[in-house]
């Protein structure tokens, strides 16, 4: 891999040709709710404190902060999943129709509930989460829906990336529709994954899983962690069973603070340490991360340039309280600290 740096210059003509691409998103749609307040006594009920209600805000969530990380780079996105016939679908499609997110994809189904997570905050730390969702896999005439929908779009698409939270709208026919329309369309897939689903993740563009789901989709413990993840023993296994078991194009491990492994079939790995200055929430990095890269990859950056490019988009939202996004002025600024 040559070429292993990212100057602010080639960082914008990056993120310029990548206004001029389209992406796909398809996977589990959610509502995230915050509730902000602050905290001076405990209650006399139980252990615990009372938040005093401050004001409460709704941003779109899993997959759809996805699509919400790619508007805000300025990269057309146009967004696949399930809602249900209820309030929550009703407000994300309204926050989602003033973020310029394309929704066609997003099927109705009385039967399942729109996910809301709702975080209760006080003085920026997060004191409950409470969800509200329906887990269960997405039944066949929905999928069916879902699908027609996304051949119609895919025709004009440069990249797809399929975010998998466990909520169900991401079951193995879907995947392997998917993979098949995108192999045959030459169109890179990117797959955020959740390995508590046992889904057949091969022959994928690009994987983009955390140290705790690489060691889970590698079947390996976690015993080794060590400052330099290039010298960590079952981390450098996993990275080369995955490699070989799913035969992605690409591997992305994030690793929180120690930054981010590239790392491809027959090459060393590379190791690209976190830009981040403060980490105030780190809810909807990974949504961020799978973003810039795809857009960097649809735009025809290189594999590193893609992984220097969403490790500073990653450092900028985490500093950001909330699920957070950053723009390209931003980003393009990232790089001349």
């Known amino acids: 891999m040559n070429g292993k740096t990212l100057s602010a210059k080639r960082a914008k003509q990056i993120l310029s040709a990548a206004q001029k691409t389209r992406v796909l ?15 001076s006594r405990i209650s006399p009920e139980a252990p615990v404190p009372v938040v005093d209600f401050s004001r409460e805000s709704f941003m779109p969530g899993g997959a759809a902060n996805v699509a919400r ?4 780079l300025q990269t057309p996105a146009e967004l696949f999943g399930a809602i249900g ?9 309204k926050l989602l129709g003033e973020q310029k997110i394309g929704c066609t994809g997003l099927v109705k189904n009385a039967a399942r509930h729109t996910s809301i997570k709702t975080r209760i905050v006080a003085h920026q730390q997060q004191v409950v989460r409470v969800d509200r969702e329906t887990r269960g896999p997405l039944d066949p005439k929905t999928t069916a829906k879902l699908l027609v929908e996304f051949k119609t779009k895919l025709a004009r698409a440069d990249a797809v990336i399929v975010g998998d939270y466990g909520k169900g709208v991401v079951t193995q026919p ?5 993979k098949s329309l995108c192999r045959g369309r030459g169109v890179w897939l990117s797959l955020d994954p959740k390995p508590v689903h046992h889904l057949n993740l091969s022959n994928l563009s690009l994987i983009t899983p955390n140290r705790k789901e690489a060691f889970e989709l590698a079947n390996l413990p976690d015993e080794t962690k060590n400052k330099n993840p290039l010298a960590d023993k079952n981390l450098m296994l996993v990275a080369e069973r995955l490699l070989n078991e799913l035969r992605p ?22 190791h690209i340490p976190t830009v981040a200055q403060e980490v105030f929430d780190v809810s909807g990095a990974g949504d961020t991360v799978i973003a810039s890269f795809t857009l960097a990859i649809a735009a025809g950056a ?4 893609a992984a220097i490019l969403s490790n500073h988009a990653a450092g900028i939202v985490v500093g950001k309280v909330g699920t957070a996004t950053t ?11």
């Open 25 to 39: 998103v398809v996977g589990d749609v959610m509502l995230d709710q915050f509730i902000w307040g602050g905290v």
């Open 69 to 72: 990380n790619l508007v805000s």
């Open 85 to 93: 016939n209820d309030d929550a679908a009703r407000k994300l499609l």
């Open 174 to 178: 879907l995947l392997n529709e998917i």
């Open 249 to 270: 194009a690409l591997l992305l491990i994030t690793l929180g603070e120690l930054g981010m492994l590239l790392c491809q079939r027959g090459q060393k790995p590379f």
């Open 302 to 305: 290189s594999p590193i340039e």
């Open 327 to 337: 723009t390209p002025e931003e980003l393009v600024k990232s790089f001349n600290h």
